[in-house]
């Protein structure tokens, strides 16, 4: 396939990726992970849920943890520019075939809620109760000190479908990957904000959650972070990384809660804000393409993802030998 042009004449404009919700099985466990030792800050707490936000982060939340019997993963979050970006929404995604709610979301005004056609629940708000900036606050900083979410990362069993589907939304692909010598898409890497990505799609076994991501400062914090889970007992959260990736230069750090849902900690990606930025194309096989420095993904890392709450993940309609191909 031929990754889609860009399109500037949506009749909606979606600003952003925003938050996620994780259903999670011990609620003091996650606690401790994200909040303790990651350093988020809780902004809300029940004996049920805990709404969380990184120190740069205005909004909000952007992780939401939910006490459940089964580890999932629930709505991906993105911010529109006008509240009647949410109704032109409505109409767009009922055009194409999808159901849409309105829901009604703690701390979020109207929000609207679908399922993308691969099976990923996303879902739409203009107005996140807000809050003031902790980015100053350094006395405040705490564990991974971890500055904004970044980006979410999931397998789709239906690629070309996935990638179709955002472009027609308005997200522009920023880097892909191909089997060798073909057009034979594996992987893409799409965003919104100017950046190298808000979402990434892998081909594989879908819809999963691979990772999502949250952005630091520097390489620096993500040193600082190994040194704290390795010695407060998460040396076995710690999956890949440090590394470096090829596709979006990202310095990176992937480590698993105690869910085994996926977090990445990044740093120093590009912007890619440009209306004529040419999308990059790799090669399956560049060695320089998922580790500019060499290590492979361990097994785990290539293979595993958490489930959306309530969807059946299946096979890709198109075989794919993809092993490692999923990236930043
Ligand atoms: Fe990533």
Redesign the pocket.
């Known amino acids: 396939m031929s990754i889609p042009g860009p399109r500037y004449d949506t009749p909606f404009n979606i600003a952003r990726l925003s938050h996620a919700t994780l259903y999670v099985r011990d609620l003091d466990a996650s606690r401790r992970f994200y909040v303790d030792m990651l350093g988020l800050l809780v902004t809300h707490e029940t004996a049920d849920a805990i709404h969380l936000r990184a120190i740069e982060e205005r909004n909000h939340h952007s992780l939401v943890l939910v006490r459940s019997d089964r580890s999932a993963v629930g709505h991906l979050g993105y911010k529109v520019h006008a509240e009647a970006d949410l109704d032109r929404l409505e109409s767009f995604l009922s055009g194409e075939g999808l159901t849409t709610s309105w829901a009604d979301v703690p701390f979020q005004e109207r929000t609207l809620r679908s399922v993308d056609p691969q099976g990923i629940p996303i879902e739409f708000y203009h107005r996140m109760e807000r809050l003031p900036s902790m980015l100053q606050r350094y006395g405040d900083h705490r564990g991974g000190k971890l500055q904004r979410i970044?980006?979410f990362?999931c397998f789709t069993n239906d690629l070309q479908g996935s990638v179709e589907f955002y472009h027609r939304m308005g997200f522009r692909t920023t880097e892909y990957t191909v089997r060798d010598g073909t057009d034979v898409l594996l992987s893409a890497w799409l965003q919104r904000r100017g950046s190298v990505?808000d979402l990434?799609f892998a081909l594989g076994v879908g819809p999963r959650l691979?990772?999502l991501?949250f952005w630091v400062a520097n390489p620096l914090s993500i040193i600082d972070l190994l040194d704290l889970m390795a010695t407060t007992g998460y040396q076995a959260n710690i999956e890949r990384g440090p590394g470096r990736h090829g596709i979006?230069n990202?310095f990176?750090l992937y480590i698993r809660d105690p869910d085994g849902h996926r977090v990445?900690i990044?740093n120093a990606d590009y912007s890619a804000i440009d209306h004529d930025h040419e999308p990059l194309c790799w090669q399956f096989g560049d060695p320089l393409r998922s580790c500019l420095w060499g290590p492979a993904a361990p097994r785990s890392w290539v293979e595993e993802g958490s489930p959306f709450i309530g969807q059946e993940p299946s096979a890709p309609l198109v075989f794919a030998d993809h092993t490692g191909s999923v990236?930043?």
């Open positions: 970044d980006h990362n990505h990434a691979h990772h991501a979006s990202a990176f990445e990044y990236a930043a």
